[in-house]
């Protein structure tokens, strides 16, 4: 198993522009989530999902979007790139809520600057 | 509002030394708190608790859940440079299977 997965691992993006950081689990977890943490900073939960077809907002949801068309793929979407959005962004997934062992898996992270 | 607050922000100790860590919370819908460690990247997992005053156990970590009064500790004894680290507290919530973290204890261990 490869867990869960991220690309990219690094990214420098001009104010403005548009990116979509791709996250993968192969480990067939229905709840997935995406992360940002800011140097210093704890973990600030951007959106999740609890399954395909199904999202909600986390605690800073503004100026990102994300989908959950499968499983497996929990892509956020950065539109309108802007410096406060240069962070480390982890994406996580877990096994279901009725699971004994709700442990949260990471992925190895994607930096990102906005200049 | 949920929040997780974690003290000290920041620890430098010896080898050899022994260290806890504070990690209080205010939120509704508790469910469990666990404990992660990151160092350069991602988090990894140490411990989940669930019941107040079972005691939980890795080598020289181990950690404790007061339900009560809304706290958790965890400590490191005979410290090593690499326990250097952030060490995360996190509650998960019921309904929404949500985590909040708190902002970290950052403990460094010198020689």
């Known amino acids: 198993n490869a867990g869960v997965t991220q690309t990219p691992k690094f990214r420098i993006l001009k104010i403005g522009q548009s990116m979509t950081l791709q996250c993968a689990q192969d480990?067939?977890?229905?709840?997935m989530y995406w992360y940002r943490q800011d140097p210093g900073m704890g973990l600030k939960l951007i959106y999740y999902s609890v399954g395909a077809g199904i999202t909600d907002k986390g605690e800073v949801p503004n100026g990102y979007n994300v989908s959950r068309s499968t499983t497996e793929d929990f892509p956020l979407r950065l539109e309108l790139a802007a410096p406060s959005q240069t962070s480390v962004y982890f994406c996580a997934s877990s096994d279901s809520v009725e699971s004994s062992y709700n442990e949260q898996f990471f992925g190895p992270g994607t930096r990102l600057t906005v200049l | 509002e949920d929040k997780v607050v974690q003290s000290p922000l920041s620890l430098v100790v010896h080898e050899g030394d022994t260290v806890t860590l504070n990690c209080s919370y205010e939120?509704?819908?508790?469910?469990?708190l666990l404990w992660y460690k990151q160092e350069k990247k991602a988090p990894t997992f140490l411990f989940m608790l669930t019941s107040s005053g079972i005691e939980k156990k890795s080598g020289r970590l181990s950690s404790i859940l007061d339900k009560k009064e809304l706290f958790s500790i965890l400590n490191i004894t005979a410290t090593q440079t690499g326990d250097s680290a952030v060490y995360l507290c996190a509650v998960l919530l019921y309904n929404t299977d949500k985590l909040i973290f708190g902002t970290g204890t950052r403990l460094q261990v010198f020689p």
């Open positions: 939120v509704t819908n508790f469910r469990s």
């Open positions: 480990m067939n977890h229905n709840y």
